[in-house]
């Protein structure tokens, strides 16, 4: 069997959040309290992603202070720009900006602002498009993105908008080559923290190692239940993890393979039964899995592409 990414990658899995703020913009702790609480925590990094607007004087959090052997830091802010189709500011978390990441232009839209801290070598994510009503035309609009925020945990308690699956698979099902994040968008202002968050795999905490990573889909997310292993082997999948209630692999359209039980840690399914179906005229292109375990939590792999993986 051919073991996928990012479980066939040498290296650890490194826990970490890229969505989150401090009293910098509209966070109600300071730099040192929100670092300190991620540690204690037991995460290996953390972005403050404050909102770089003018409002709060354009600012991009130097943490580099607070990096050491054991835990480290990314730069970044959360961009925004008008105007998205429900006539709002776009959201954009972009990790790995330089400190002299220039201010949003008078005429700079959101797309454009985008594609530049990309060029600046960020990692671009839409941020929690269900908060922010993204369409599926705002999500085209978005073409320099690395990855969607599929789950936010600070929309998901507070309003019950965290999903962002919806967009996602849409995009997906257009031939976008996506990756799928989790976050906190942590203010401290309610219980908003610790409850999702990217395991990134690497050889170590360099920033620029976990920055790249990131950008390749190297990671998986998760609000808790820990993904083990993915191995391919033709159309036979087999999955482990931490005991969780549900194991399922789904895909662009209503197909799905899926075993449920008790505690369990393995499933194996042949995933031409996504091929099968009422109606049903082509197949999917893409897959991804998830696990759910008995509280309701869950992670996610990365979708994966067919015409990739015949190369694994």
Known sequence: MALLKPF???????????????SQS?????????VTAYKNAGYDFLMLSEHFIALYKWPINDT??????????????????????AGELWHIVAAGLPLDFAPCGENETGPEL???????????????????????????ALDSAHGVE?????????????DGFYLLDQLLNE?????????????FKTPDHFGGW???????????????SLKDGNFYSS??????????HGKEISISCSPVDTITVVCGNSRTCVKTGKAITKATFDLSKLEQGWLLKKPSPWFRVTVIDHGIKRAWSNPFWWDELQFT
Do not use: M
Request: include cysteine; charged fraction near 25%.
């Open 8 to 22: 066939s990658s040498p290296g650890w899995f490194w826990r970490g959040n890229i969505h989150t703020h401090s």
């Open 26 to 34: 509209d966070g109600a702790l300071p730099t040192e309290g929100v």
């Open 64 to 85: 580099r202070k607070f990096r050491s052997n054991d835990f480290t830091t990314l730069l970044g802010v959360e961009l925004h720009a008008p105007e998205t189709s």
């Open 114 to 140: 985008a594609r530049r801290a990309r060029a600046a070598g960020g990692f671009i994510g839409i941020a929690h498009p269900a908060w922010s009503r993204y369409t599926i035309e705002d999500g085209r």
């Open 150 to 162: 599929i789950y936010n945990h600070g929309c998901a308690i507070e309003n019950d908008l965290g």
């Open 175 to 187: 031939g976008r080559r996506l990756s799928a994040f989790a976050t906190d968008d942590a203010h």
């Open 198 to 212: 990217v395991n990134v795999k690497t050889q170590s905490l360099d920033p620029e190692e976990l920055l790249q």
């Open 223 to 232: 609000q808790g239940p820990e993904i083990h292993s993915i191995e391919l």
